[in-house]
């Protein structure tokens, strides 16, 4: 185990950890992780954010996401960022959290994209599966009891992990957002640190 407690996942536990699998009747493919940074892979580190226990920390400059732990450590996730960055930043609860959501456009993006019409709240949105945006399980964030329309969220694109491409907020692995979610507390705080750039 390298200095500091952390821990580097093993070839056997990547290959058991990314594989292919069948979540409430739905099939999520493998992700070929070696073409992914290692870095990036869901590990657990040193807490070095600062924060106590039960606490996710969303750093986007490193693009990685933290579930701070006890005895001084933290899993750490790899995420991806909209082009524009995750702008919101800041602390908030995340007040619920979902398996297989629906997802909804908001105005703002049905007006760039017309043909997202159909998925407008009014409609019911975009049924559960894994081509659903917001993948296997989403984390909503609310502020002051206001939902920020920000959340931590599933993605079956595994290349956007570590970049920031697209209108999306922060995607995770949709095997890591699933163990992100048994892990993360209820109600638990979150502090999303917002970019130097922005």
């Not at 899993?75 to 909804?104: C, D, H, L, N, S």
């Not at 009014?122 to 296997?136: K, V």
């Amino acid at each position: 185990m390298p200095s500091g407690g952390r821990s580097d996942p093993s070839e056997s536990e990547l290959v058991a950890r990314y594989a292919a699998r069948t979540d409430e009747g739905y099939r999520l493919p493998g992700i070929p992780f070696r073409k992914i940074d290692p870095k990036y892979y869901r590990q657990r580190v040193e807490n070095l954010t600062g924060e106590p226990e039960g606490v996710v920390v969303g750093d986007v400059r490193s693009r990685f996401l933290y579930l701070t732990e006890g005895a001084g450590m933290a899993m750490r996730y790899g995420i991806g960022i909209g082009r524009a960055g995750f702008t919101w930043a800041g602390e908030g609860v995340i007040q619920w959290r979902q398996k297989w959501p629906r997802w909804t456009p908001p105005p703002e993006m049905i007006a760039r994209q017309p043909e997202l019409r159909k998925y407008c709240y009014g409609n019911g949105g975009q049924a559960p599966g894994p081509d659903n945006p917001l993948g296997s399980r989403a984390l909503y964030i609310f502020q002051n009891g206001m939902d920020t329309l920000y959340r931590p969220h599933g993605t079956k694109d595994w290349r956007s992990i570590g970049n920031a491409v697209s209108s999306g907020r922060v995607r995770l692995l949709n095997q890591d957002v699933m163990d992100l979610y048994e892990r993360v507390p209820a109600k638990a705080r979150i502090v999303v640190l917002r970019r130097e750039s922005e």
